[in-house]
Protein backbone atom coordinates (compact mmCIF):
# COMPACT_ATOMS: atom_id res chain seq x y z
CA UNK A 1 0.00 0.00 0.00
CA UNK A 2 1.21 3.45 -0.69
CA UNK A 3 1.96 5.86 2.16
CA UNK A 4 -0.76 8.35 2.74
CA UNK A 5 -0.25 12.13 2.15
CA UNK A 6 1.94 14.15 5.15
CA UNK A 7 0.05 16.90 6.46
CA UNK A 8 1.78 19.80 8.87
CA UNK A 9 -1.15 21.45 10.65
CA UNK A 10 -0.36 24.92 12.23
CA UNK A 11 -1.50 28.01 13.55
CA UNK A 12 -1.18 30.61 16.18
CA UNK A 13 -2.13 30.40 20.19
CA UNK A 14 -5.96 30.12 20.70
CA UNK A 15 -6.44 29.47 16.76
CA UNK A 16 -7.92 25.58 17.36
CA UNK A 17 -5.62 23.74 15.71
CA UNK A 18 -5.61 21.09 18.63
CA UNK A 19 -9.76 20.80 17.86
CA UNK A 20 -9.11 20.59 14.33
CA UNK A 21 -6.30 17.82 14.87
CA UNK A 22 -9.10 15.78 17.17
CA UNK A 23 -11.61 16.09 14.27
CA UNK A 24 -9.19 14.87 11.65
CA UNK A 25 -8.14 12.00 14.31
CA UNK A 26 -12.08 11.11 14.55
CA UNK A 27 -11.99 10.91 10.49
CA UNK A 28 -9.53 8.57 10.38
CA UNK A 29 -6.05 10.68 10.05
CA UNK A 30 -3.09 9.37 12.50
CA UNK A 31 -2.17 12.20 14.25
CA UNK A 32 1.52 13.27 15.74
CA UNK A 33 1.22 16.07 18.66
CA UNK A 34 4.85 17.54 17.52
CA UNK A 35 3.31 20.21 20.91
CA UNK A 36 3.76 16.55 22.90
CA UNK A 37 7.11 15.98 21.66
CA UNK A 38 8.01 19.33 22.78
CA UNK A 39 7.31 18.60 26.44
CA UNK A 40 9.14 14.99 26.06
CA UNK A 41 12.20 16.17 24.25
CA UNK A 42 13.39 18.29 27.66
CA UNK A 43 11.97 15.47 29.98
CA UNK A 44 14.78 15.32 33.38
CA UNK A 45 18.16 13.02 31.80
CA UNK A 46 17.38 13.88 27.95
CA UNK A 47 19.77 15.87 26.25
CA UNK A 48 17.08 18.72 25.49
CA UNK A 49 17.36 19.50 29.81
CA UNK A 50 20.68 19.71 29.55
CA UNK A 51 20.55 21.97 27.10
CA UNK A 52 17.98 24.29 27.74
CA UNK A 53 19.41 24.59 31.56
CA UNK A 54 22.59 24.92 30.67
CA UNK A 55 21.54 27.71 28.48
CA UNK A 56 18.85 29.27 31.25
CA UNK A 57 19.89 28.31 34.92
CA UNK A 58 18.63 25.91 37.54
CA UNK A 59 16.49 28.29 38.34
CA UNK A 60 13.50 27.12 35.69
CA UNK A 61 13.86 23.82 37.10
CA UNK A 62 10.87 22.81 39.33
CA UNK A 63 11.30 21.39 42.65
CA UNK A 64 10.62 18.01 40.85
CA UNK A 65 13.26 18.08 38.32
CA UNK A 66 11.45 18.56 35.50
CA UNK A 67 11.45 22.40 33.77
CA UNK A 68 8.93 24.53 34.62
CA UNK A 69 7.31 25.42 31.24
CA UNK A 70 5.33 28.09 32.69
CA UNK A 71 8.42 30.07 34.20
CA UNK A 72 10.63 29.36 30.81
CA UNK A 73 7.52 30.48 28.62
CA UNK A 74 7.42 33.54 30.72
CA UNK A 75 11.69 34.69 30.32
CA UNK A 76 11.52 33.48 26.74
CA UNK A 77 8.77 35.39 25.11
CA UNK A 78 9.41 38.70 27.19
CA UNK A 79 12.54 38.24 25.09
CA UNK A 80 13.06 37.55 21.91
CA UNK A 81 16.78 36.54 21.67
CA UNK A 82 16.03 34.31 24.67
CA UNK A 83 13.34 32.71 22.57
CA UNK A 84 15.39 32.24 19.38
CA UNK A 85 17.99 30.47 21.61
CA UNK A 86 15.15 28.30 22.69
CA UNK A 87 14.19 27.58 19.58
CA UNK A 88 17.90 26.79 18.14
CA UNK A 89 18.20 24.30 21.35
CA UNK A 90 14.89 22.09 20.83
CA UNK A 91 13.58 22.64 17.01
CA UNK A 92 16.09 20.47 15.69
CA UNK A 93 15.83 17.64 18.75
CA UNK A 94 11.55 18.05 18.22
CA UNK A 95 12.07 17.53 14.41
CA UNK A 96 14.16 14.35 14.55
CA UNK A 97 11.68 13.17 17.01
CA UNK A 98 8.60 13.66 14.38
CA UNK A 99 10.81 12.17 11.40
CA UNK A 100 10.98 8.90 13.25
CA UNK A 101 7.63 8.87 14.19
CA UNK A 102 6.58 9.52 10.79
CA UNK A 103 8.77 6.88 9.79
CA UNK A 104 6.94 4.38 12.57
CA UNK A 105 3.37 5.16 11.13
CA UNK A 106 4.34 4.55 7.43
CA UNK A 107 6.06 1.62 8.09
CA UNK A 108 2.36 0.04 9.55
CA UNK A 109 1.54 0.43 5.72
CA UNK A 110 -1.57 1.31 6.39
CA UNK A 111 -2.20 4.64 3.63
CA UNK A 112 -3.78 6.46 5.97
CA UNK A 113 -3.37 10.44 6.12
CA UNK A 114 -0.24 11.58 8.43
CA UNK A 115 -1.09 15.05 10.09
CA UNK A 116 1.57 16.51 12.05
CA UNK A 117 -0.06 19.11 14.50
CA UNK A 118 2.89 21.82 15.07
CA UNK A 119 2.54 25.61 16.06
CA UNK A 120 6.25 26.04 15.49
CA UNK A 121 6.13 23.90 12.20
CA UNK A 122 6.88 27.02 9.69
CA UNK A 123 9.43 29.35 12.40
CA UNK A 124 11.45 25.98 12.47
CA UNK A 125 11.66 25.80 9.26
CA UNK A 126 10.10 22.19 8.52
CA UNK A 127 9.98 21.53 4.97
CA UNK A 128 8.58 17.91 4.45
CA UNK A 129 4.87 17.62 4.24
CA UNK A 130 3.18 17.27 1.08
CA UNK A 131 0.59 20.28 2.15
CA UNK A 132 0.66 22.46 4.91
CA UNK A 133 -3.02 23.36 6.46
CA UNK A 134 -3.57 26.43 8.74
CA UNK A 135 -5.78 27.08 10.96
CA UNK A 136 -5.95 31.02 11.67
CA UNK A 137 -8.33 33.33 14.36
CA UNK A 138 -8.56 36.68 14.35
CA UNK A 139 -6.42 38.14 17.30
CA UNK A 140 -9.36 39.16 19.49
CA UNK A 141 -10.83 36.23 19.39
CA UNK A 142 -7.44 34.42 20.28
CA UNK A 143 -7.50 36.28 23.56
CA UNK A 144 -10.88 35.64 24.55
CA UNK A 145 -10.03 31.77 24.09
CA UNK A 146 -6.54 31.79 25.76
CA UNK A 147 -7.77 33.62 28.68
CA UNK A 148 -10.57 31.69 29.05
CA UNK A 149 -9.06 28.32 28.62
CA UNK A 150 -5.35 28.19 30.03
CA UNK A 151 -4.18 30.26 33.39
CA UNK A 152 -2.55 33.37 31.30
CA UNK A 153 -3.70 36.89 31.28
CA UNK A 154 -4.40 38.94 28.41
CA UNK A 155 -0.46 40.52 28.16
CA UNK A 156 0.41 37.31 28.48
CA UNK A 157 -1.75 36.01 25.24
CA UNK A 158 -0.33 39.11 23.25
CA UNK A 159 3.28 38.43 23.95
CA UNK A 160 3.03 34.89 23.02
CA UNK A 161 0.78 36.45 19.95
CA UNK A 162 3.70 38.75 19.16
CA UNK A 163 6.57 36.06 19.33
CA UNK A 164 4.86 33.98 16.73
CA UNK A 165 4.49 34.09 12.63
CA UNK A 166 1.07 36.59 11.34
CA UNK A 167 -1.61 35.03 10.16
CA UNK A 168 -0.45 36.56 6.75
CA UNK A 169 2.76 34.95 7.17
CA UNK A 170 1.06 31.05 7.59
CA UNK A 171 -1.42 32.43 4.65
CA UNK A 172 1.72 32.72 2.29
CA UNK A 173 3.02 29.51 3.20
CA UNK A 174 -0.63 27.24 3.26
CA UNK A 175 -2.03 24.94 0.58
CA UNK A 176 -5.27 25.19 2.73
CA UNK A 177 -6.28 27.72 5.19
CA UNK A 178 -9.34 26.86 7.97
CA UNK A 179 -11.26 29.86 9.23
CA UNK A 180 -12.35 29.11 13.11
CA UNK A 181 -13.85 32.47 13.78
CA UNK A 182 -17.32 30.78 13.68
CA UNK A 183 -18.58 28.03 15.57
CA UNK A 184 -17.56 24.40 16.18
CA UNK A 185 -20.16 23.23 13.80
CA UNK A 186 -18.68 25.34 10.97
CA UNK A 187 -15.45 24.20 11.93
CA UNK A 188 -16.42 20.87 11.61
CA UNK A 189 -17.97 20.75 8.23
CA UNK A 190 -14.48 23.23 6.72
CA UNK A 191 -12.62 19.75 7.92
CA UNK A 192 -14.74 17.46 6.70
CA UNK A 193 -14.65 19.02 3.47
CA UNK A 194 -10.74 19.45 2.91
CA UNK A 195 -10.82 15.77 4.56
CA UNK A 196 -13.01 14.96 1.87
CA UNK A 197 -11.26 15.94 -0.74
CA UNK A 198 -7.67 14.43 0.81
CA UNK A 199 -9.46 11.33 0.36
CA UNK A 200 -10.89 11.45 -3.13
Given at each position: ???????????????????????????????????????????????????????????????????????????????????????????????????????????????????????????????????????????????????????????????????????????????LVIDNNGS?????????????????
Amino acid sequence: MTNGPLIGLTGGIGSGKSTVATILADLGAHVIDADKIGHEVYLPGTEGWERVVGAFGRGIVAPDGTIDRKQLGARVFADPAALRRLNALVHPLIGEEIRRRIAAARANADGRPIVVEAAIMLEAGWRFFDRIWVVVVERDTAVVRCTASRALTREDVERRIDAQMSNAERRQAADLVIDNNGSLAELRAQVEKAWHALRA
